[in-house]
């Protein structure tokens, strides 16, 4: 199975960065809420430039001036593999199975590099991130 990462990056704004392996690079998407996690709400999504498989377990452990205490620059939020049961240009369904997020998620395009997130059904794993 393909596998994902959610990091959360502190850079210009605190932001989540979801990344799908594919084609062997990681497609991206910065989420600056955090991925959903009920079936109600939908978050946005700006799609990124593709990164490398290394990005699967990059951290960087920079303290963040003037952040949150312990704030790193970037730190593995959930990590898993996922089901890809579409993959287009305009739109993605796949099931993640992580650690924390486990569901059916559809992420699609709403124009240019802006995107939503919906969570379609989840399967366990409620941890929040963000607000």
């Keep these: 199975m393909p596998r994902f990462v959610i990091q959360e990056h502190y850079a210009r704004s605190h932001h989540f960065d979801l990344r799908l392996e594919r084609g062997g690079?990681?497609?991206?998407?910065?989420?600056?809420?955090?991925?959903?996690?009920?079936?109600?709400?939908?978050?946005?999504?700006?799609?990124?430039?593709?990164?490398t498989l290394s990005?699967?377990?990059?951290?960087?452990?920079t303290p963040v001036e003037g952040g949150?205490?312990?704030?790193?620059?970037?730190?593995?939020?959930?990590?898993?593999?996922?089901?890809?049961?579409?993959f287009d240009d305009d739109e993605v369904i796949v099931v993640l199975h992580g650690r924390r997020l486990r569901g059916r998620y559809?992420?699609?395009?709403?124009?240019g590099k802006s995107w939503l997130v919906h969570m379609m059904k989840p399967s366990g794993g409620?941890?929040?991130?963000?607000s």
């Design 55 to 61: 990005h699967l377990d990059f951290e960087d452990a």
């Design 68 to 86: 949150p205490e312990g704030a790193v620059k970037k730190s593995i939020w959930d990590s898993g593999t996922y089901a890809p049961e579409q």
């Design 106 to 111: 559809a992420i699609f395009r709403t124009g």
């Design 25 to 51: 690079v990681l497609v991206s998407w910065a989420v600056p809420k955090g991925m959903p996690t009920d079936t109600s709400k939908n978050r946005l999504a700006m799609r990124v430039e593709d990164h």
């Design 126 to 130: 409620d941890e929040d991130q963000g």
